[in-house]
């Protein structure tokens, strides 16, 4: 049995769609919710699936609080679901090759630090873009820049709104994301 941790810090729809999916898995088990925000819906969606959350702080994730809890669950695989913070050095080191995030643009373009949700689709609508889509990548130590496991893309029409955008990115990560999550677990 693989165990998922999921880092989530607002309102957790993608954790929520992941913690589904998993759910009677013989092979994966999402066996903890992991936020930087006690305010994060994330956390109540998580625990009335009955997934176990924590909430800690910066100084708790840098010093090895959080690496230690994670240990202490057996957690083999890390997925980023709208969290909003780098990862620790010592935390990627780590689980290197075994953390993904979920980024609502086609990399390399409109990722960065302080690039997600509408910002991203407001930033892909001002700069006329065609297209769009989620790209689903390892996590290194730089935001948005670890290699690319996979992108899914959808047409953006000229008369389309940043909220038409969202919309059309959202499906295709309730569509995509746990499904790259299980085969990535499958390489492991």
């Known amino acids: 049995m693989k165990n998922i941790a999921i880092f989530a810090s607002g309102s957790g729809t993608n954790a929520e769609n992941i913690i589904r999916y998993f759910a009677g898995s013989g092979r994966v088990r999402v066996s903890l919710l992991l936020s930087n925000s006690p305010k ?25 609080k959080v690496a230690n809890i994670l240990e202490q669950n057996k957690v083999d695989y890390l997925v980023l679901a ?21 980024h609502p643009a086609l990399l390399p373009r409109h ?25 689903i990548h390892h996590v290194n130590e730089v935001y948005d820049s670890g290699d690319i496991i996979a992108q899914y893309r959808v047409a953006v029409d000229p008369a389309d709104t940043p909220d038409d955008v969202a919309r059309k990115v959202h499906e295709l990560e309730y569509r ?8 990535e677990l499958a390489k492991l």
């Open 111 to 135: 990722g960065g630090k302080g690039m997600y949700g509408m910002r991203v689709h407001e930033a892909v609508v001002a700069a006329g873009d065609r297209e769009s889509g989620i790209t």
């Open 176 to 183: 995509y994301f746990p499904a790259v999550i299980e085969q």
């Open 82 to 102: 709208g969290f909003l913070w780098l990862v620790p050095a010592g935390l990627i080191a780590e689980y290197r090759g075994r953390i993904v995030n979920i």
């Open 40 to 64: 994060a819906y994330a956390l109540t969606r998580a625990e009335q699936l009955g997934v176990p959350t924590v909430v800690f702080d910066r100084e708790e994730f840098g010093s090895g």
